[in-house]
């Protein structure tokens, strides 16, 4: 199968398009669930809120994309594409999969699996320091994002606050620090995957493209995930969904600043169930093992991936 550069860099663009699709819907899904928003305004303003983050972030705060960028060196530049288009088809993939039973996935785990897969079929190099960060990312993001969620329930209980407005904008605080994450990501990807000597005409020509694309697929929607983290998770009250928001928050905004890879997904759910009182624990099976799940299937699709493509 001929591989080259504006291959992968089509790949990147699709899984980007995926990742707006499947995985920001649930910055919004609490909105919706606990009716502070409409499902089609929420929408629009996630598809917004991911651009400016995208945009913003990668200008201002680029920390994710230099550790995604030296995940992991592949001995050759054929190498480095055929393991990077490896990995990118192991995360439409299982994203998509998992989209039709309407669960979310994490694409930055997947992705990250899917390089690891790729790597061991190219015999290439993993950079533990990298690989330190992105696993005190995920270790962290479950915990805190729960602790999170809890503590600042238990906080507006005791102040006066108007929910259903603070709620909009703590889902587009969500959404927008989900850019933030997810579109460093991927545009670490965009530019290796024009080579090392690329050079943009503009700074903001590829961080404009990458915040496009996630936008046009956060519009698409992601109905069924909405309703799987927003209505079957919990029933939550706006004070709750709020919680939610802020603690997810919390959690994506610190990770980006300290350039630690963390999914929307973990967080939020993590959240979510800090902040509700009777979270389903059936619903959290089916997530908990769709996440355990994301590392095995993908390593094992990036790695077949990379050797059919070699």
Request: hydrophobic share 55%; net charge positive.
């Amino acid at each position: 199968m001929p591989i080259s550069t504006t291959t992968l860099a089509v790949l990147v663009l699709c899984v980007i398009l995926v990742n707006g699709w499947t995985d920001a819907p649930n910055a919004i899904a609490t909105a919706v669930g606990s009716g502070a928003m409409s499902y089609r305004r929420a929408v629009g303003l996630a598809a917004l809120c991911n651009f400016v983050g995208v945009a913003l972030f990668s200008l201002c705060c680029p920390a994710v994309a230099a550790t995604m960028e030296n995940l992991v060196s592949f001995p050759t530049p054929r190498s480095t594409l055929v393991g990077l288009c490896a990995a990118l088809l192991s995360v439409l993939v299982w994203a998509v999969a998992a989209w039709w039973f309407g669960l979310p996935t994490s694409e930055s785990h997947a992705l990250l699996a899917g390089l690891s897969g790729a790597a061991l079929a190219l015999d290439a190099e993993i950079a533990p320091a990298a690989w330190i960060a992105v696993l005190a990312g995920l270790v962290l993001s479950l915990p805190a994002g729960g602790m999170a969620g809890r503590v600042i329930c238990r906080q507006l209980a005791r102040i006066p606050h108007h929910p259903v407005s603070w709620q909009r904008l703590a889902a587009a605080l969500t959404a927008f620090l989900h850019g933030a994450q997810d579109g460093q990501k991927f545009l670490a990807l965009l530019l290796l995957a024009q080579g090392p000597g690329f050079a943009p005409t503009s700074p903001l020509t590829l961080p404009l493209l990458t915040a496009g694309v996630m936008a046009l697929g956060t519009g698409l929607g992601g109905r069924r995930i909405v309703e799987k983290i927003g209505h079957e998770l919990a029933h939550l009250t706006p004070t709750q969904g709020l919680s939610a928001d802020l603690g997810a928050g919390v959690v994506l905004g610190v990770c980006s600043v300290l350039g630690l890879p963390v999914s929307t997904s973990h967080a939020k759910v993590a959240a979510i169930c800090g902040a509700s009182p009777h979270p389903k624990p059936g619903v959290m099976a089916q997530l908990g093992l769709v996440w355990v799940l994301t590392f095995p299937a993908c390593m094992g699709l990036g790695y077949g991936f990379a050797l059919l493509l070699r």
